[in-house]
């Protein structure tokens, strides 16, 4: 199995079963983001030296107007997508093997974790895995310590309030917070200005 033959079967949906080579794989490739994270949190690096470690650990370039605060965690990293004008802040946690996609214009806040992964149910069955994507939508604000769950999709324009576990799809110009998540209220017109 390569890069593209494993990225392919996350994408799927397909489960990551439990000693599989798919398993397998993902550990070697939990040992690169482990590396290159190492190297992003262990000392001071000016942006563009972030950009272009994010870069290495992604496997795809990162637009220049990209800014991240360090520490920043992940077991994978292969399955991030990241637009323009995004900001992830400090502390922030992404479990990206389903596929992780922001928009541009995103905020990221503090100690946001992104878990793509679920593990089985079936007690006999827990260690194999379901990848399902999180997708936030341009110009989405994530409230630092806020929690999104595999398959949710942030709207366009929506606000994650801190602290919030969103484990349903948020519609866009939308503030939702609480455990699990609801909407609070919608985002008018002449707010977005």
């Known amino acids: 199995?390569?890069?593209?033959?494993?990225?392919?079967?996350?994408?799927?949906?397909?489960?990551?079963?439990?000693?599989?080579e798919a398993h397998q794989f993902m550990h070697g490739v939990s040992q690169e983001a482990l590396r290159i994270t190492a190297e992003i949190?262990?000392?001071?690096?000016?942006?563009?030296?972030?950009?272009?470690?994010?870069?290495?650990?992604?496997?795809?370039?990162?637009?220049?107007?990209?800014g991240l605060f360090p520490p920043f965690y992940t077991d994978c990293g292969k399955n991030i997508h990241i637009g323009k004008n995004v900001?992830?802040?400090?502390?922030?946690?992404?479990?990206?093997?389903?596929?992780?996609?922001?928009?541009?214009g995103a905020l990221i806040g503090h100690n946001v974790v992104l878990a793509t992964l679920n593990h089985?149910?079936?007690?006999?069955?827990?260690?194999?895995?379901?990848?399902?994507?999180i997708r936030i939508g341009k110009n989405v604000w994530v409230g630092a310590n806020a929690v999104i769950l595999p398959g949710v999709t942030i709207g366009d324009g929506a606000i994650v309030a801190a602290g919030a576990v969103v484990n349903r799809d948020v519609p866009e110009n939308t503030v939702v917070g609480g455990v699990p998540a609801k909407v609070i209220r919608t985002i008018h017109e002449e707010e977005q200005a």
Request: a negative charge; hydrophobic letters at 35%; charged letters at 20%.
């Open 1 to 20: 199995m390569d890069l593209a033959e494993f990225l392919e079967h996350l994408n799927s949906g397909k489960p990551v079963n439990g000693g599989s």
């Open 41 to 66: 949190n262990g000392s001071y690096h000016e942006p563009a030296q972030l950009r272009a470690l994010f870069s290495e650990l992604t496997g795809r370039p990162v637009d220049e107007s990209f």
């Open 87 to 104: 900001f992830i802040n400090m502390g922030c946690k992404f479990q990206d093997q389903g596929g992780i996609f922001i928009g541009d």
């Open 120 to 133: 089985a149910a079936s007690p006999k069955d827990r260690g194999s895995m379901i990848p399902a994507p």
